[in-house]
């Protein structure tokens, strides 16, 4: 079985500041892995995922990702975020490529 | 093309008695899921559908909890009798096939009062 860690919380960051926000799995197995982002009063949508090939992965908004194996990482960065970026992410791996496990999201808040 | 629809967006009930919650997903997705976010924890799976039958519920809590897809189109998922311990905010995805991206809809959040 596996586990998905999001090691913050909360992260509040400046307008036009970069973010990360960090991920850390576990699994026996190989693993598909995903970002999901949760606008305030939405559903979750993807913002990016891995299944194969190059681990450093773009995504919508300016978004991107790389993972790492060795450290069973999967952290997303944007090098400038603005106002509208303020939501919850969430990590998420899939084993089998249909059931997600979820991390327990991390908020963050740009502030101008 | 619409997104998956779940209702009611709230609801509020009191221990013991049932809820409904339904997802229409998109239409031609033959998957199905519905997924529970207790409040502060993990997105947890519950159960997954692929057109009317029922491949795979290990996510599911206990036997008050009752999801069906009549049809292989809509979903709904009964609580009854409702405890305290389900309230939560259910979201439901649906794809088109086990390998493609699913698409989650806005949830319901349940509240047990």
């Known amino acids: 079985a596996q586990s998905v860690t999001q090691l913050d919380s909360q992260v509040p960051v400046f307008e036009e500041a970069p973010v990360e926000l960090r991920c850390n799995y576990s699994s026996s197995v190989s693993v598909y892995l995903f970002w999901y982002v949760q606008y305030p009063n939405q559903g979750l949508q993807l913002l990016l995922k891995?299944?194969?090939?190059?681990?450093l992965v773009k995504g919508i908004n300016g978004f991107e990702a790389e993972f790492n194996k060795s450290q069973t990482s999967f952290h997303l960065r944007k090098p400038s975020v603005h106002i509208s970026d303020t939501a919850e992410y969430f990590c998420?791996?899939?084993?089998?490529?249909?059931?997600?496990?979820f991390g327990a999201g991390t908020t963050v808040t740009v502030r101008a | 093309e619409a997104g998956v629809t779940q209702f009611p967006s709230h609801s509020v009930i009191e221990k013991g008695q049932t809820v409904t919650l339904r997802c229409d997903p998109i239409s031609g997705h033959d998957n199905l899921y519905w997924y529970r976010r207790v409040m502060g924890k993990e997105i947890k799976f519950l159960l997954h559908f692929v057109k009317e039958s029922k491949q795979d519920e290990s996510g599911m809590p206990n036997n008050r909890f009752l999801a069906e897809r009549t049809g292989g189109t809509y979903s709904t998922l009964k609580v009854q009798p409702a405890e305290l311990e389900d309230s939560g905010v259910y979201f439901c995805a649906s794809s088109r096939q086990e390998n493609t991206e699913a698409f989650f809809g806005q949830g319901t959040r349940l509240t047990v009062v």
């Open positions: 998420a791996v899939s084993e089998d490529d249909y059931k997600l496990s």
């Open positions: 891995y299944l194969s090939g190059s681990t």
